[in-house]
Structures are given as structure tokens and as C-alpha cells.
């Protein structure tokens, strides 16, 4: 989208406004623009946003409504910051005792039988019978990067930290309570997948 394509969405929404008139001029700034959207509402954002798929993108309304509705789950790195737990594990037991959801929803969310999420949680439960800590947590992994299966837990989960969030092997070995030399291998065993 054009700068003046941007003018323009931003008008639709209040053409009344003193600061979108100036924002329609040619000398208007990026900055101008960017206080202009955070003068606007919530609903008037969204509004926009929405207008820009419907527009732009060609979405359709089903489109649109699936990708709000969509509800992602963030996993605390914190979870993960303990010695008798696998990766796989500390999701499951993070997902059934800290957002109380259900077996079956959890193995469709991570892709797998309910029978083995069912076998993994007890088995967590039998190894750390306390809840996992819900402190504030640094990090933060979406839930849907789980449900690949190409990866193992541990590969999907140093892959993310090292490439997305740009951290050493150290870093997260610290974050894992992981050896340095088993982050290494498993992210270069998941860079050969």
C-alpha cells in the first residue's frame, strides 16, 4: 500500500479529524500518519484493518472472521525451567493445569493421539506432582509451532529461540536448564531435517 493509499484508509475512518486533513497533504510525515492512528479507537483500528483485507487482500468475510476468532496460546519460557520435566511435558502440564483446557483440545492443538497426551500429563504429574510456577516470564513461543511434527519438541523449541528470537545456545541452555552442548546439537539436527 502507497503512502497515499494509507491517506486515504486513514480519511475513511474520520475525514473530520484536523490531523487526517494534514495527513492528506503531500508534506505530511510517517510520523504524522503513526499519531494519527494512535488518536484513533480500538473499534476504529480494527475497522480499518478490516477494510484494508476486505480491499486489499480480496478476504472474505469468513476469512476475516476466522482470522479474529483465531486464538493463540503463548507458552511462558518459564515453564520449561525445570530438571525433571521433557519439553513435551511442561506443555502439557502447562496447558491442562494453567489454562484448564482438555485433553482432547490439547492433542488437536499439538497435533497428536489423546491417549499419549493423557499418558504424557500423568506421567509430568507422577514426576512433579506441584504446579509449574507462573512467574513473569521473558519469552513467550506460540503453541501452533508444537503441532509440526518434523521437529521434535526440544528441535522446535531451539530452532525458534536461536532463529526467531535471535538468542545464543547459551542463552537458552540458561532458559532450558539445558547442557550448552545438547542445545547445539539439537538445533543443528533440526537444521538437517
Do not use: C
Request: no cysteine.
Amino acid at each position: 500500500m502507497t503512502k497515499e493509499e494509507f491517506r486515504e484508509k486513514i480519511t475513511e475512518i474520520s475525514p473530520n479529524s484536523k490531523t487526517i486533513s494534514q495527513a492528506n497533504s503531500n508534506q505530511t510525515s510517517h510520523s504524522d500518519i503513526i499519531k494519527t492512528l494512535k488518536e484513533k479507537s480500538k473499534d476504529e483500528l480494527i475497522t480499518l484493518f478490516i477494510k484494508h483485507l476486505k480491499e486489499e487482500h480480496h478476504a472474505t468475510d469468513k476469512e476475516v472472521n476466522d482470522l479474529i476468532s483465531k486464538e493463540e496460546i503463548l507458552i511462558p519460557i518459564k515453564i520449561f525451567d525445570n530438571e525433571k520435566l521433557s519439553s513435551l511435558e511442561s506443555i502439557v502440564k502447562y496447558l491442562k493445569e494453567n489454562r484448564n483446557l482438555k485433553f482432547s483440545k490439547i492433542a488437536k492443538m499439538l497435533n497428536r493421539d489423546d491417549r499419549s497426551i493423557w499418558t504424557t500429563y500423568h506421567n509430568a504429574s507422577k514426576k512433579l506432582p506441584s504446579p509449574l510456577l507462573s512467574e513473569p516470564s521473558k519469552f513467550f513461543i506460540p503453541l501452533e509451532l508444537f503441532a509440526a511434527r518434523k521437529l521434535s519438541v526440544l528441535e522446535t523449541l531451539s530452532t525458534y529461540l536461536k532463529d526467531t528470537l535471535g538468542l545464543s545456545y547459551h542463552e537458552i541452555a540458561e532458559l532450558l536448564r539445558l547442557n550448552d552442548r545438547t542445545i547445539w546439537t539439537t538445533y543443528n539436527r533440526a537444521k538437517k531435517k
